[in-house]
């Protein structure tokens, strides 16, 4: 049976740990970070990974079934 495919954008967006859990990065922060509202606590907040939702789990899994 042929290899699956990785989905190149989730390779590079997620990344699972050891537990099996997929961490991701948080959203509404690689720009726009000067000024527009956001307090510093919350900048700093933003910069921290995240687990992604259970409900989403098993659709990233198989979009990186060998990371």
Sequence with gaps: ???IKTH??????FSL???GKVKRAQAFKSHLL???GKSPK??????KGVYADVTNEAA????????
């Design 8 to 13: 190149s954008g989730a390779k590079k967006r």
């Design 17 to 19: 740990t050891k537990n």
């Design 42 to 47: 919350r900048k700093r907040g933003l910069r």
């Design 60 to 67: 990233i899994k198989r979009m990186i079934p060998y990371k």
């Design 34 to 36: 000067n000024g527009h």
């Design 1 to 3: 049976m042929p290899k």
